[in-house]
């Protein structure tokens, strides 16, 4: 395992989290990230995660099962309860962009984690996801493989987003679908 931090901070971390980590992989948290309550998988070889500066990642469950995969977590990344980041198979990468938020239930899946074939061919390979800058996720969100989330863009509670969604826009339902552009969302509440 190629760990990229000091002693303490490794030690800390385990203390804080269930890592289970095989070698031949790359593991990196920053110093100024907290990380707590996670249960962080990365199985395989060649794969790789990043948490950056000022993040605060708490009872996420992160597995990373594959080939070359891997997970992105831009800074002043915020979670406010459980949430799941799932990237899987061959050079999948789960990228989530600086100053996101995502609120309690959020679900970001690389694969459908069991194969499907037609005419004995596969029809469901996984696929990247991509979470640009200020991506503001609600409530049990569901975001599936090969979606790309623009910036500065809200997805409404319990939405399942199938399909890319441009910036600066407002999306929900099942499957998610724009209901407002040329938005704009900050994290401080005004009164």
Known sequence: MNVFFSIFHSLKLKLRNKLRIDDGNEFYVSPNARVRQCKIQIKGTGNKLHISDNCSVRYANIQIIGTGCEVFIGKNF?????????????????????????????????????????????????TSITIEDNVWIGDGALILKGVDIGSNSVIGARSVVTRDIKPDSISVGNPAQVIKSNIRWTRELTF
Not at 82 to 103: H, M, P, Q, V, W
Not at 104 to 112: A, E, F, N
């Open 78 to 126: 915020e979670n406010a309860g459980y949430c799941k980041l799932s990237c899987r198979e061959k050079n999948t990468k789960l990228i989530i962009g600086s100053d996101c938020i995502f609120a309690d239930g959020v679900r970001l899946l690389t694969s459908d984690m069991h194969d499907i074939y037609e005419n004995n061919k596969r029809i469901n390979q996984a």
